[in-house]
């Protein structure tokens, strides 16, 4: 479990990258870590991510109703999308850190309604797993994190339809390279259907690259 001082580092830092890799634009997105038993450190409301610095972040109890809090004169209001992040963490014990973002292409499929084909890539496979497809409600509505339900065990990659995606990890590095992944890999897809062919591969094939 990171300390106060690390997790607060560690989101301004991922949301600097989710920024400058195009993975998000103007307000969108959103990224929490846990501190603890039952508490969690995630990005404000209504700020572009790029702009976020450590005394802008919003510690939320994991259980109860969120308070705006005040830090340095400051006073910011959790992400609107909390309700996902807080229905991440109480479905999944093991999960350290989730990232919230509209990346162009994985949201591609969102948009399209369609899952990204299994067993085309390794690095798909074995770094970011199966990636549930988690039907429209509307953002930062109760009905979207309510929807997340079905599709917490067995995944760490969830696309939203009609709106983005989000990825979890133990650790926030974990959380944030599940995302990189999952967009490169939504590129290489969309490429190799330009290309007209996409060939799966047998798992028995090949091993990650480490
Ligand atoms: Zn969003």
Known sequence: MPTLAEAR????????????????????????VRLGRDRVLVTPAGMS?????????VEVPLHGKPRATRESGVKRAPSSELAVHLAIY???????????AHPPAATGFAVAGERLPENVLPELVYSVGPVAMVPFAAP?????ADS?????????????????AVTAGATLLVAHQRME??????????AARALGRVVPFRPAD?????
Request: glycine share 12%; hydrophobic share 40%; proline share 2%.
């Open 90 to 100: 109480r479905g999944r014990p093991d999960v350290g850190a989730v990232v919230h």
């Open 206 to 210: 090949s091993q990650p690259d480490q």
């Open 181 to 190: 992944s999952l967009e490169h890999a939504a590129r290489i897809v969309v």
């Open 49 to 57: 991510k790029a702009d976020v610095t450590s005394r802008d972040l």
């Open 148 to 164: 997340f339900d079905a599709w917490l065990v067995g995944h760490d990659a969830w696309l939203m339809a009609n709106h983005g």
């Open 140 to 144: 930062g509505s109760q009905a979207l």
């Open 9 to 32: 580092r560690g989101i301004v830092r991922t949301c600097r990258r989710l920024y400058e890799r195009g993975l998000i634009a103007g307000q969108d997105g959103n990224v929490s």
